[in-house]
């Protein structure tokens, strides 16, 4: 088992940043990849960016590219999500995942953590 723990959530201004941060702990050797999903009530889950955890490739989704950057700290088996220029249809909650790189980039990973709210008003 793999467990996820995020942090750094928040209320923020449009226009603000944030960084929220993704610890992982237990079995993390049969994971590849992290990644970070956002999801609003009545919408699909969506990914947001995904970095791999052995030659650091990184994937966005479009409406954040520029904006978010995923880095990784292997010694800490931790995942960061920094997140600039933050807009109103960024709000929703973020949730991390992990898992081998293609089930966390067609969205089906198999471990997820609990969740952390990012509300962004203009």
């Known amino acids: 088992q793999v467990q996820l723990v995020e942090s750094g959530g928040g209320l923020v201004q449009a226009g603000d940043s944030l960084r929220l941060s993704c610890a992982a702990s237990?079995?993390?050797?049969?994971?590849?990849?992290m990644g970070w999903f956002r999801q609003n009530p009545g919408k699909e889950r969506e990914i947001v960016a995904a970095?791999?955890?052995?030659?650091?490739?990184?994937y966005y989704t479009d409406s954040v590219k520029g904006r978010f950057t995923i880095s990784r700290d292997n010694a800490k088996n931790t995942v960061y999500l920094q997140m600039n220029s933050l807009k109103p249809e960024d709000t929703a909650v973020y949730y991390c995942a992990a898992d081998t790189w293609n089930r966390v980039r067609f969205q089906v990973p198999g471990y997820w953590g609990q969740g952390t709210q990012v509300t962004v008003y203009s």
């Open positions: 970095i791999s955890w052995t030659n650091s490739i990184t």
């Open positions: 237990g079995r993390t050797f049969s994971m590849s990849t």
